[in-house]
């Protein structure tokens, strides 16, 4: 019987996250500003449920016209 590994942290969990997005040509941001109607319009969709990494990830795929999860 194998010894069983302790659960992995959040911390772990995301570092994982983070290293598989890069390795896929993701990218990660920061300090980024909102314009104020910028700012009431993320606070919009994300009253509807949208997370805002996700809003913005959907708005800049359908701008660009392109489809898919890459």
Do not use: C, F
Not at 59 to 68: D, T, V
């Amino acid at each position: 019987m194998k010894p069983e590994k302790p659960p992995k942290t959040s911390t772990s969990r995301v570092e994982a996250h983070e290293k598989n997005l890069l390795a896929r040509g993701g990218r990660r941001l920061s300090g980024i500003k909102l314009q104020p109607d910028a700012a009431e319009a993320l606070a919009d969709l994300e009253a509807k449920g949208e997370s805002a990494t996700a809003a913005i990830n959907r708005l800049l795929i359908e701008e660009a016209g392109q489809s898919g999860d890459k």
